[in-house]
């Protein structure tokens, strides 16, 4: 099943994302994992990337849908994939439509995890991140249990550079004008489902295993 996680900044995507890999047994695949692995390992892509990311504004498609879809390619993502982050322009969805098709797969799901901005802003200031295995948490309102140190590696966490309030606040725009259409795109083809992610992480799962166990009941997967 390929599910897409269609959601703010903040929304809780990464988070739902690493849930569900767990449940369904497929791969996680996020383009933000994607560039910062490429930015850590100093690659040419990293370099290019790191410019858009620091300004909070979207790294090109062109880019992009290359290093996505090399990814897609993987033996692993044969059966499956959550796809974290994205598409977030038409282009991108349109490129993704594209690869799906020649491995004879589709979008079975978009998953909207819709939350308010005064929420958002307050998840996205709280956000720790674990260096080595990537594990999210929030200060408030998911520590960690020794801190700075990840539950479940023993690796360090770090804030995220772009998660500085102005970056913060030109990620929010950039979404709502780059992004948010897609929500249309995707409601036209019939395949969107809108979440509450106002909820607590585990609300917010639960709602998510709901409309995912209502599209295995029906058989045009
Ligand atoms: P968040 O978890 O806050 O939504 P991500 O980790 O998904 O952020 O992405 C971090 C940054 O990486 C984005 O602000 C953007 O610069 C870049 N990025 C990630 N995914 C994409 C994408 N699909 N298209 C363009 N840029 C992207
Ligand atoms: P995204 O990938 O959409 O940017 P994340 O999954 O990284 O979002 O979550 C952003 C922050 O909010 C993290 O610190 C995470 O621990 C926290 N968070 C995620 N979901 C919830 C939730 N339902 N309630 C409270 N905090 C949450
Ligand atoms: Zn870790």
Partial sequence: MYIVLLGAPGAGKGTQAE??????????VSSGDLFRSAI????????KAKEYIDRGELVPDGVTIAMVAERLAQPD???????DGFPRTVAQA?????????????????????????????????????????????????PEKTRGVCDACGG???QREDDTPE?????????????????????????LIEIDGDQDVDVVHRSVMAAIDSLEGNDTL
């Fill in 77 to 83: 993502c044969t059966e499956g994939v959550i796809l």
């Fill in 94 to 142: 349109e490129a993704l439509d594209g690869v799906l098709a020649e491995m004879n797969r589709r979008v079975h799901a978009v998953l909207y995890i819709k939350v308010s901005e005064d929420v958002l802003l307050k998840r996205l200031a709280g956000r720790w991140t674990c260096r080595d295995c990537g594990a999210i948490y929030h200060e408030v309102f998911g």
């Fill in 40 to 47: 850590e390992a100093g690659t040419e892509l990293g370099v």
């Fill in 156 to 158: 360090a966490l770090y």
């Fill in 167 to 191: 970056t913060q606040q030109r990620r929010i725009a950039v979404y709502l004008d780059r992004t948010a259409p897609l929500q249309e795109c995707y409601r036209a083809k019939g395949i």
């Fill in 19 to 28: 849930l569900l890999r767990e449940k369904l047994a497929i791969p996680s």
